[in-house]
């Protein structure tokens, strides 16, 4: 029933900056918290950021503080990833994540999600 469709990703040079989205579908996101992971190649996938739906509360990964955004649009179902400052470190295929919650919580873990997204490449030249 829910769908998470990303988009945005792209190539860009150390430095610049890219905005990822999440278009959900399916469900009642007001009591969703969502996330964005990422993935590189030979690497695990990591936590980088998270939300409660409406931007109540979010967290970040130590190696994005700074530099990543999370929000969302509750108009338009989508929560967004805005990155600046991309360092090479960076690249790799972005995940929306999302579950259910009685109550408004942010999540981290990769493990207590419910639905993912297919994933957007990001890659980031030197």
């Known amino acids: 029933q829910v769908q998470l469709v990303e988009s945005g990703g792209g190539l860009v040079q150390a430095g610049g900056s890219l905005r990822l989205s999440c278009a959900a579908s399916g469900g009642a996101f007001s009591s969703y918290a969502m996330g964005w992971f990422r993935q590189a190649p030979g690497k695990e996938r990591e936590f980088v950021a998270a939300?409660?739906?409406?931007?109540?509360?979010?967290r970040y990964a130590d190696s994005v503080k700074g530099r990543f955004t999370i929000s969302d649009d509750n108009a338009k179902n989508t929560v967004y990833l805005q990155m600046n400052s991309l360092e090479p470190e960076d690249t790799a295929v972005y995940y929306c994540a999302a579950r259910y919650s009685h109550t408004r919580v942010v999540i981290t873990t990769m493990h207590e999600y419910d639905y993912w997204g297919q994933g957007t490449q990001v890659t980031v030249s030197s």
């Open positions: 939300i409660n739906w409406s931007g109540d509360s979010t």
